[in-house]
């Protein structure tokens, strides 16, 4: 009995600590944020310390936050949208006909280096003057949302019992009817997991963005970055950048925890 | 019996068609785009015409000091990384694996390092490592040892972003593992059980065994992204200090949007290609082999 509580006791001061060490970044760079320069440069580090609000300020007053952080949601949201409009049928086709070469195929957009297409679409971007526009940013994090939607996806579809459109045929209606009126209005917890996903992966996105997107386009890992480079000691301010950006990520991530989870195994696990 | 229409009939090409055509056009049609770039003396800013040089670009690349270190450092960089998230994400995978208070709220922590942009999370750790103002110092010399210089010195660089890589990355593993565990069966444990083997025993010859497939698939997707790391290192480092962590993938992006050289740049691209095709590979062979 006394070995099981001792036991005890170390579990949880186990999870303890491990729970400590995944939160400890993101503490400090919050509690960093609410630190004066001089409280930040401080040695020993200060743990206390009287909280300002003088790095937000400066984040979101001086530097043109709100615009990039516009740009970023358009951005997302355009790509995972359009990905939709092209996963979602593909999904159900690799479901339904099992086209698991297709399937492969997609996968590749997820696997391949995203560097090895970037540098031709710069080249062909260029050309067509369509650097530092929305059309280059969409269509190249679209190829981050689509293999993510079609993945999610086409695995969902396979958990929905295909007697559910075949009686709707028999009735007379056509596959594409079936799929449009009775699968998809059905898809609604795969749908939010694909979506939450590929928008967090297209929202973190840096590599695309800094080389395609230039002022009028900039999304917010480049305004973060860039802020580091043109204002490298002031910690405080970069801080509170660090918080902006994550902060929609994260909330997404509690809100939708058992579909993100889902989403990030069942690759792995499962597929 | 209704006649199938046209577009019933062919609905297993229409509806992938949009899909099949858009990953043709921004991935499949930039993929040979870089190869045949390879071929060529193209560079951007000399605004010389493009001539084609045959192998001359993989001779000079593959001759160059400076690819064979990235080579190795990507190498390097990609196996220690996802080592000790292999091993740390299973054993905590497995520590986790049991009903207890706060359960739910330990797996949504886990969570967000996985959602936090990496960009962001590089500047966070900047910050710890910075030689005069840094938590690691102070909690280096708190403990009486010396101080380090970290990001900044050509030696330390590689394991600093290392440690980056496996705090963010540590739990894909660790949610992968514990998901596979929850998957399965209970017979072989209580036959093992009812045999009298140890918790240990249990633990080595049938809990570990069983979800070997699992781990390993979740190693490989990791070992193709960390291959690709990218984000951290630039942010973190640019590469440096000197060339001290560029890994192809930092060189292949300075090639092409810092020297324009696009000729070069394209190898570079192809042999990171190439490292990331082997790992694909290996898990299309996994996942074919654990479907039969």
Not at chain 1, 52 to 67: A, H, I, R, S
Not at chain 2, 137 to 161: F, I
Not at chain 2, 192 to 209: F, K, M, Y
């Amino acid at each position: 009995m006394k070995k099981n509580v001792v036991h005890e006791i170390l579990f949880y001061l186990v999870v303890i600590f491990i729970s400590l060490m995944v939160l400890f970044p993101f503490l400090w760079m919050l509690s960093s944020s609410f630190k004066t320069q001089t409280d930040i440069i401080a040695w020993p580090p200060k743990l206390l310390f009287t909280p300002t609000l003088q790095n937000y300020e400066k984040v979101f007053g001086e530097q043109d936050f709100l615009k990039y952080f516009i740009n970023s949601t358009v951005v997302g949201g355009l790509a995972v949208g359009l990905s939709l409009v092209l996963g979602l049928p593909a999904a159900y086709s690799i479901s339904r006909f099992t086209q698991r070469r297709l399937a492969l195929f997609i996968l590749l957009a997820r696997l391949m280096p995203g560097i090895s297409f970037l540098m031709p679409w710069y080249i062909i971007f260029s050309r067509l003057d369509l650097m530092d526009t929305y059309v280059a940013l969409v269509l190249s994090h679209m190829l981050i949302a689509l293999p993510i939607v079609v993945w999610i996806m086409s695995a969902y579809f396979n958990s929905i019992p295909v007697e559910l459109e075949e009686s709707a045929m028999v009735d007379g209606a056509t596959r594409q009817y079936a799929f449009w009126a009775i699968i998809l209005p059905m898809s609604g917890p795969g749908i939010i997991t694909s979506v939450t996903l590929s928008f967090i992966f297209s929202w973190n996105n840096f590599m695309f963005s800094q080389v395609l997107s230039m002022e009028k386009t900039k999304t917010l890992p480049i305004a973060v970055y860039n802020f580091v480079s043109y204002a490298e000691v002031d910690w405080g301010g970069v801080m509170a950048a660090a918080v902006a950006i994550m902060a929609p990520a994260i909330v997404l991530t509690m809100i939708f925890q058992k579909f993100v989870v889902k989403g990030l195994t069942m690759g792995a696990v499962k597929g | 019996m209704r006649q199938p229409s046209f577009v019933e009939r062919h609905l297993r090409v229409i509806f992938p068609l949009p899909a099949i055509l858009f990953i043709a056009l921004l991935m499949i049609f930039p993929i040979f785009y870089t190869l045949a770039l390879s071929f060529t003396n193209w560079n951007l800013t000399s605004g010389m015409p493009m001539s084609f040089v045959g192998l001359r670009n993989f001779f000079r690349v593959f001759a160059e000091p400076r690819f064979h270190d990235a080579v190795w450092r990507t190498l390097s960089f990609t196996f220690l990384a996802v080592f000790f998230e292999a091993v740390l994400g299973t054993a905590i995978a497995l520590i986790l694996n049991r009903a207890f208070i706060g359960k739910g709220l330990a797996k949504l922590l886990l969570l967000l390092p996985l959602v936090a942009t990496p960009v962001a999370v590089g500047i966070v750790f900047n910050l710890f490592y910075d030689p005069t103002i840094g938590l690691a110092n102070w909690a280096l010399s708190s403990l009486g040892l010396p101080q380090g210089l970290w990001v900044s010195d050509a030696t330390s660089v590689l394991p600093s972003l290392v440690i980056v890589d496996v705090w963010q990355w540590t739990p894909m593993i660790t949610l992968i593992v514990l998901a596979g565990l929850a998957g399965l069966s209970e017979e072989p444990f209580e036959a093992a059980r009812v045999d009298g083997a140890t918790p240990w025993q249990v633990l080595r010859h049938v809990t570990i065994p069983m979800v070997m497939p699992v781990i390993l698939t979740a190693v490989i997707l990791r070992l193709i992204d960390a291959l690709k790391t990218f984000d951290i290192i630039f942010a973190m480092t640019g590469g440096g200090p000197g060339y001290a962590s560029e890994t192809l993938n930092i060189m292949g992006f300075k090639y092409s949007f810092e020297y324009f050289r696009m000729g070069q740049a394209s190898v570079i691209l192809i042999a990171l290609f190439f490292f990331v095709l082997l790992c694909s590979l290996g898990i299309m062979k996994l996942r074919s082999s654990s479907e039969n």
